[in-house]
Each structure stands twice: as structure tokens, then as C-alpha cells.
């Protein structure tokens, strides 16, 4: 079993910064892709950023130059750096792992989400 658990989301005034952990634990094999997912109020869920095992880095147009991704000292923890907050960057981020089990199995994985609002 593989459990992905997401940390970090606060209220902000737009130009301050966040930091956003996601800690995979469990049954895990190896990790091939990470990668951070918003979802705005009336929205449908929007790709923020992608990390995968071997270091390529992908991001949306709109948040391209803000925000990073990285991975963490820590193993199997990933972090996203929000810089320069937009109010229209509110919303509830989700991270998102492909991983390996033990098992053999590979699949997608969420974690339940963490709230950003960004007041203006």
C-alpha cells in the first residue's frame, strides 16, 4: 500500500512564497514521476509541475519562473517552491507520485490535497 500525504498549504497575500511538501510512504519500489496538480473553485484539475526520476523538470505556462520543484534531502519527499503569488494561483494543490510497489504493481497515486489561498 502506498500512501501519499501533501503539507504546507496556508493563506497568503499575493508576492509572498510557499513551500508544499509531499511524503510518499509504503510499499514502494521505486519512484518514476512526481508531480504537483491544482484545482480551482469551478475548475477542473490543472498540471502545476512534473519531476521525474531522472531529474527532467516540466511546467504550466502559468506558473513557469515561479514556482520550483525539487526533490528533498528526504527520501521519497518532493517539495514545491510557490514564489511571487498570485491571487489566481488559489487553490487546492495535489501531489500526485507513479510509483513501483513490492508488489510488482505500478499505479498513480494522489494524496488528498492542501489548500492555498492567495488574498490580493
Known amino acids: 500500500q502506498v500512501q501519499v500525504v501533501e503539507s504546507g498549504g496556508d493563506l497568503v497575500q499575493a508576492g509572498e512564497s510557499l513551500r508544499l511538501s509531499c511524503v510518499v510512504s509504503g510499499s514502494i519500489s521505486s519512484i518514476n514521476a512526481m508531480g504537483w496538480y491544482r484545482q480551482a473553485p469551478g475548475k477542473q484539475r490543472e498540471l502545476v509541475a512534473t519531476?521525474?526520476?531522472?531529474?527532467?523538470?516540466h511546467y504550466s505556462d502559468s506558473v513557469k519562473g515561479r514556482f520550483l520543484i525539487s526533490r528533498a534531502s528526504i527520501k521519497n519527499t518532493v517539495y514545491l517552491f510557490l514564489n511571487s503569488l498570485k491571487p489566481e494561483d488559489t487553490a487546492v494543490y495535489y501531489c500526485n507520485g507513479i510509483i513501483s510497489s513490492f508488489g510488482g504493481t505500478s499505479g498513480s497515486y494522489w494524496g488528498q490535497g492542501t489548500q492555498v489561498t492567495v488574498s490580493s
Open positions: 519531476l521525474t526520476s531522472g531529474g527532467i523538470t
